[in-house]
């Protein structure tokens, strides 16, 4: 109930569509020069450092990526990309290797201020219960700036710090996992990211460790005609536990921007990885002139016998989304999850979903995905479900609701349901509806305001999602879906 | 008190109400009777300030301020209220959710302070009792999965909780059965009070055996064409609408 309150609270408080996060700073930086060669992957290595197997393995993806062509099935349409007149790699001068906060550009840390995320530790800590503390990797275009509470999870046994950090510190992990789960080869933007990923973060818990917090990275583009490619590894070791929330925001500006970010997870027996997005990328503005293309890859690999994979998803930001976050089912036993909740407005562009590939027997998996077009935007789930021959007692469960504000917005739905043993039982539910005059008239007959109305109902249709989200994601969640649909009531 | 003057609407230019004339006092109950399509459910919704419909001319007073100009939501907070023929469902959004926000919202506009989930919960639970509603259906979402009964009794505790100064029951009879009728019937009774009029709308004498009227209008093709007593009610049961049914005009 004070969620709801809070919300319809925050729309009032709100300009009409004022992207909150638009502002940008200066921030002098240090820059691969624009473009793409293999100069500039070896520049990359370079600067982090990277051992020779590393920068042949990004020249090797970058010549597959040569050979490549830009995925076009999904529905979207955008003008074609340059990739030469890209920065590949942009990193804040004064923040190379800092140590300690006290080493972080004070220009930096007010970005973050400003973005309302914690990085001193005693701030952090300031009114918090110890099991709700969160620790925070700050990723700033290329690099991540600053790592919290690594010495107490280290204490755990648990590993977190930029993954640029963990090829020197934990080589042997890094050269085990990184491109098991989406190898160089997968697909055309994550090739290009295995070529020319800068930073991201690095996870691994123990066997048999519960993660004493909750992992957290904010990414941050600042910089003009910079894409990002960031890379986040997270490894769960036998029996062990960990949740993963990431946040994402770009300041506005008129040309769009390119994120092309891979994902992968990988959790060994008995192990559960839950990871968590609100990715709240600029969007454009109200005539689609800017934003992020936000071309992503994400998959887990339930690589041990009851091992769990959770995705859940708020996805309320980006000019395109084009994203499928996937669980590889190969331990038997096993489950993956996925929740979504995907809302577009003005002229945004959704094309998101899930892939369930069932390889192990008595494999289970949920989908449960709530899409929400407002203005003229368009909103598509696409979804795999899978079962290989020897995936027998595969079972999974799809429901799919989109809802659709307005006369302008398209809702669409492409399911692909594979099944190769007699014995997998797929079940697929899908429903399309409006928030209809109806509702609106009885809720403000009742004394509610189009807007409230409006953010009630919504509310109400993405509750089964916005239960599966860490408490504190929750409350920004709800807050989020009420301003991305700002000026959605005619 | 509800004052409807000379009200002229049409919707794509055909003519639903015409030249239409209603006053309810304060404390009184009026009965709205008449044929289908003869335009009582137009008349609540105009009044209530749905969208669909082109008000020509005419006014529709509420306490002496005119409402036309005004969004729903404003009206609900000046204190109409409409009990629908067929409550809407909200789907995820829990009943005493719904309920807490609608009030809260009304009592904010007014410059009031917002109830404290105590205060709330007390006068919900008093409500609810005298109207059979259940703690589950409370936590159940808003007439989703609910039986017709239940749904009007719903409306009728919505009333109950945000005590309008003027309240029309749009056909809350339909659909009932004779318990449910009662029950609601009860309910519409423990509220009538000398500062609040009520315009109920109906095709059956029925409703208002238990609901019993101070006046009664009988409208037909978009106008009052009779005004009486209670025993006029008895009138048209025994004789039918067919006196009224000629075909509405049009514009």
């Known amino acids: 109930m004070a969620a709801v309150q809070e919300t319809v609270d925050r729309v009032k408080a709100i300009d009409v569509s004022e992207y909150k996060y638009g502002f940008s700073f200066d921030i002098e930086s240090d820059k691969a020069p624009k473009g793409l060669n293999e100069e500039t992957v070896r520049f990359i290595s370079a600067k982090k450092n990277e051992p020779a197997w590393l920068t042949e393995w990004r020249l090797g993806a970058y010549r597959r990526w040569l050979t490549m062509l830009e995925p076009r099935w999904a529905r979207v349409d955008y003008p074609k990309i340059d990739y030469q007149n890209i920065y590949y790699y942009s990193a804040p001068k004064t923040a190379a290797g800092p140590k300690s906060l006290d080493e972080v550009d004070p220009e930096l840390l007010k970005v973050y201020a400003k973005l309302g995320i914690p990085l001193r530790e005693q701030e952090a800590l300031a009114g918090i219960s110890p099991e709700r503390r969160i620790a925070v990797d700050a990723v700033f275009d290329s690099v991540s700036v600053v790592t919290t509470f690594k010495e107490e999870l280290a204490k755990a046994g648990v590993i977190f710090c930029p993954i640029s950090e963990a090829v020197h510190s934990h080589p042997d992990l890094v050269q085990k996992y990184l491109g098991s789960v989406v190898p160089t080869t997968d697909n055309y933007y994550a090739t290009l990211n295995s070529a020319v990923f800068s930073d991201g973060s690095f996870v691994y818990v123990p066997p048999g460790v519960r993660c004493p917090m909750e992992l957290s990275t904010y990414f941050r583009i600042n910089e003009q005609n910079t894409g990002q490619f960031e890379r986040t590894l997270i490894i769960a070791g036998k029996g062990s536990y960990v949740s993963y929330l990431e946040g994402c925001t770009a300041p506005k500006r008129d040309e769009n921007q390119l994120h092309a970010a891979v994902v992968e997870l990988i959790a060994l027996d008995d192990a559960e990885i839950k990871y968590s997005t609100v990715q709240n990328w600029y969007p454009g503005d109200a005539d689609g002139k800017g934003g992020i293309y936000n071309f992503v890859t994400k998959r887990g690999d339930c690589r041990g016998t009851n091992s769990k994979i959770s995705w859940t998803q708020v996805e309320t930001g980006s000019a395109i989304t084009w994203k499928y976050p996937s669980c590889i089912l190969r331990g038997d036993n096993s489950r993956g999850e996925f929740y979504s909740i995907a809302i577009s407005n003005g002229r945004q562009q959704v094309d998101s979903g899930t892939k369930m590939i069932h390889l192990g027997k008595n494999t289970t998996s949920r989908v449960i995905s709530k899409g929400i077009s407002a203005g003229r935007s368009q909103n598509t789930y696409r979804g795999l479900i899978s079962a290989h021959r020897k995936a027998t007692g595969a079972r999974n469960f799809t429901n799919c609701d989109s809802l659709l504000i307005g006369n302008s917005s398209g809702a669409h739905t492409v399911p692909y349901i594979e099944s190769k043993t007699p014995t997998a039982q797929f079940e697929h539910e899908a429903t399309t509806s409006k928030i209809s005059e109806d509702q609106l008239f009885y809720c403000m007959q009742r004394g509610l305001s189009g807007e409230e109305a409006t953010a009630l109902i919504v509310n109400g249709f993405v509750r089964d999602v916005l239960q599966q989200l860490p408490m504190e994601f929750a409350v920004e969640a709800q807050k989020l879906i009420a301003i991305s649909l700002e000026g959605s009531v005619g | ?251």
Not at chain 2, 58 to 69: K, Y
Not at chain 2, 107 to 122: A, H, I, V, Y
Not at chain 2, 190 to 217: E, K, N, S
């Open chain 2, 1 to 251: 008190m509800l004052e409807v003057n000379n009200l002229n609407v049409s919707v794509n230019g055909r003519k639903l109400l015409d030249d239409l004339d209603l006053t309810v006092r304060d404390g009184e109950v009026a009965a709205l009777m008449g044929p289908n399509g003869s335009g009582k459910s137009t008349l609540s919704h105009v009044i209530a300030g749905r969208k669909d419909y082109t008000v020509e001319t005419g006014d529709i007073l509420l306490n002496g301020e005119s409402l036309l100009n005004l969004e729903p939501d404003v009206r609900a907070a000046k204190g109409l209220f409409l009990a629908f023929q067929y409550p809407i469902e909200i789907p995820g959004v829990a009943t005493l959710t719904f309920l807490k926000a609608a009030l809260n919202a009304q009592r904010k506009r007014r410059g009031q302070e917002e109830l404290s989930t105590p205060d709330f919960m007390k006068r919900v639970k008093t409500s609810a009792g005298k109207l059979k509603i259940s703690q589950d259906m409370l936590r159940r979402a808003l007439n989703v999965g609910f039986s017709g009964g239940e749904k009007k009794r719903m409306d009728i505790l919505q009333m109950a909780l945000l005590e309008p100064s003027f309240a029309i029951l749009d056909e809350t009879d339909s659909g009932l059965d004779i318990d449910a009728l009662r029950i609601v019937a009860e309910g519409v009774n423990a509220l009538r009070a000398p500062g609040r009029g009520f315009l109920v709308i109906t095709h059956y004498q029925r409703l208002l055996d238990y609901v019993v009227p101070d006046t009664v209008h009988v409208m037909a093709q978009g106008r009052i064409v009779r005004s009486g007593g209670k025993e006029l009610a008895v009138e048209l049961e025994k004789n039918g609408y067919s006196d009224y049914n000629a075909e509405p005009a049009v514009a």
